[in-house]
C-alpha cells in the first residue's frame, strides 16, 4: 500500500531570478495533486543580505510542512523555485530522523559561504547554510557527512574546499534513511533548460535510473523538487520521482 502523501508547491521570494522555476514547481505539484501554499514573489537579481529575510515566510512554511507531515505519518514532498528551500528543510528533516542522510541531486554543490561566494547568491550557499557551515538562522542543522553529492560537476574553488573539509561524499549506503533533495539542473541542459547551465549533465534515463537505486536501496523519508524551469516537463518529472513516492 503506498504511503499517504503531502504534496505542497512553497511560493514566495527566495533567491527566485527568473520566473521559470516557480511556474514549473507549481506544475509540478499540480501534476502530483498537490497545494500551492504562498503567493509568488517577484523574480530579482539580489544578494545573499537582502534574500536571506525576504526568503524567511518561505522557510517557515516550509519547515511547518515537513513537521505536519510527519506528524500525520505522511511522506512530504515540496516543490520550489530553487534550493534555498532546503535552508529550513533539512534541518526539519534532521530533527525528526537524526541519521537521516540527504541525497543531492544538483549540477551544483550549493556550499559556498559568506566567504567564498564569488556571487552573493543565496541558492549558491544554501546547503552549507543548512549544514551549519555559516550561520542563516536555521534552528540546528545536517551533518554533512552524510550529505551525498551525484551528478554535482560545478564548484567554485573556495567552495571546493568547503566541501572537502566538511567531508561530503558520493553514493549513500544502503538501507539507510534518506531525503532525495532533487535540483533539475542536474539533468543536461539539452534535457532542460536551466538558469545556471552546466554541461555534461544527466539524461532523463540516468536519472530515472538514480531515483528508482535510491528508492529501492534507501528508506525514503522525503523529497524536495526544485528548478523545474520548463512547465510543460512537470509530468516527466512526476513519473520519475513516482518510485521515490511508493511504499518500501
Known amino acids: 500500500m503506498d504511503r499517504p502523501l503531502r504534496i505542497a508547491c512553497l511560493r514566495g521570494r527566495t533567491s527566485d531570478r527568473t520566473e521559470g522555476a516557480g511556474a514549473g514547481a507549481e506544475a509540478l505539484a499540480r501534476a502530483l495533486g498537490g497545494r500551492i501554499v504562498g503567493e509568488p514573489g517577484d523574480p530579482a537579481v539580489g544578494d545573499w543580505r537582502e534574500d536571506l529575510p525576504a526568503s524567511r515566510p518561505v522557510l517557515e512554511a516550509a519547515a511547518a510542512e515537513l513537521e505536519a507531515a510527519f506528524a500525520a505519518g505522511e511522506l512530504p514532498v515540496l516543490t520550489a523555485s530553487d534550493c534555498t528551500l532546503c535552508i529550513a528543510t533539512l534541518p526539519a528533516v534532521a530533527r525528526h530522523e537524526p541519521g537521516v542522510h540527504v541525497a543531492w541531486l544538483d549540477a551544483h554543490g550549493d556550499f559556498n559561504t559568506p566567504e567564498t561566494t564569488e556571487s552573493g547568491f543565496l541558492g549558491g550557499m544554501c546547503l552549507a547554510a543548512a549544514c551549519g557551515r555559516w550561520d542563516a538562522g536555521a534552528d540546528g542543522a545536517v551533518d554533512p557527512g552524510r550529505v551525498h553529492l551525484l551528478g554535482v560537476r560545478d564548484l567554485d574553488a573556495g567552495e571546493e574546499r568547503e566541501v572537502d573539509a566538511a567531508g561530503l561524499s558520493g553514493e549513500p549506503p544502503m ?56 512547465p510543460a516537463l512537470a509530468p516527466m518529472l512526476a513519473d520519475a520521482i513516482a518510485p521515490l513516492l511508493r511504499a518500501p
Open 175 to 230: 538501507d539507510v534513511p534518506v531525503y532525495v533533495h532533487l535540483d533539475c539542473d542536474v539533468l543536461d541542459p539539452s534535457v532542460l533548460a536551466s538558469q545556471f547551465p552546466v554541461p555534461g549533465g544527466w539524461s532523463e534515463q540516468r536519472l530515472r535510473a538514480q531515483l528508482a537505486e535510491l528508492a529501492g536501496t534507501c528508506r525514503v523519508v522525503g523529497v524536495e523538487v526544485t528548478a523545474l524551469e520548463d
